[in-house]
T-cell receptor
Framework: KQEVTQIPAALSVPEGENLVLNCSFTDSAIYNLQWFRQDPGKGLTSLLLIQSSQREQTSGRLNASLDKSSGRSTLYIAASQPGDSATYLC???????????FGSGTRLLVRP | NAGVTQTPKFQVLKTGQSMTLQCAQDMNHNSMYWYRQDPGMGLRLIYY???????DKGEVPNGYNVSRLNKREFSLRLESAAPSQTSVYFC???????????????FGPGTRLTVT
């Protein structure tokens, strides 16, 4: 059974710092991996989608990498800002279906 | 363009009561989803609908029923609420058709449900 783990559960950094969020999964046979952002009281926003054949995806200050063989993905946030404060979730899918397995998230606080 | 809307935002039920959570999307998406999120956990899929009139069970369907009334609306019903169903419920939608990776792309703001 696929399990997705995100460590740490919470992270606090000063503004301007570069940071890395980690996501690990137990079954390397994934179809794709997604990173989401969740703001308090709001729904999820999809940030980046990495197909299993890809190694990384970039969007602005965000860069997500994928290492299937080791069962790991990282989300790199450059020059963090207080507006980046949110919970970040990763999720994997085994095949081309709709079934996503989510991690429990990392709650990020960027201090001004 | 409101995206995905959910009603109500908050609800408190007593054990055994029933209620329906409403979800609607105005993006002409084909697929819709219901998830629940418990404290310290990721989202878990309750039910999925690829199109009007079709539904599929997800990871945690017990205690729930769904209805895809039309392309816009997808409701989730709790027939006899239990404390274990205390959670935040999210509705989501996606445009993808069957055969392609059909992943949720738009999420509603959630319904916070407490069952006492």
């Amino acid at each position: 059974k696929q399990e997705v783990t995100q460590i740490p559960a919470a992270l606090s950094v000063p503004e301007g710092e570069n940071l890395v969020l980690n996501c690990s999964f137990t079954d390397s046979a994934i179809y794709n991996l997604q990173w989401f952002r969740q703001d308090p009281g709001k729904g999820l926003t999809s940030l980046l989608l990495i197909q299993s054949s890809q190694r990384e995806q970039t969007s602005g200050r965000l860069n997500a990498s994928l290492d299937k063989s080791s069962g790991r993905s990282t989300l790199y946030i450059a020059a963090s800002q207080p507006g980046d404060s949110a919970t970040y979730l990763c999720a994997v899918s085994k095949d081309s279906s709709y079934k996503l397995i989510f991690g429990s998230g990392t709650r990020l606080l960027v201090r001004p | 363009n409101a995206g995905v809307t959910q009603t109500p935002k908050f609800q408190v039920l007593k054990t055994g009561q029933s209620m329906t959570l409403q979800c609607a999307q105005d993006m002409n998406h084909n697929s819709m989803y219901w998830y629940r999120q418990d404290p310290g956990m990721g989202l878990r899929l309750i039910y999925y609908s690829a199109s009007e009139g079709t539904t599929d069970k997800g990871e945690v369907p017990n205690g729930y029923n769904v209805s895809r009334l039309n392309k816009r609306e997808f409701s989730l019903r709790l027939e006899s609420a239990a404390p274990s169903q205390t959670s935040v419920y999210f509705c989501a939608s996606s445009e993808a058709h069957g055969g392609l990776a059909d992943l949720p792309t738009s999420f509603g703001p959630g319904t916070r449900l407490t069952v006492t």
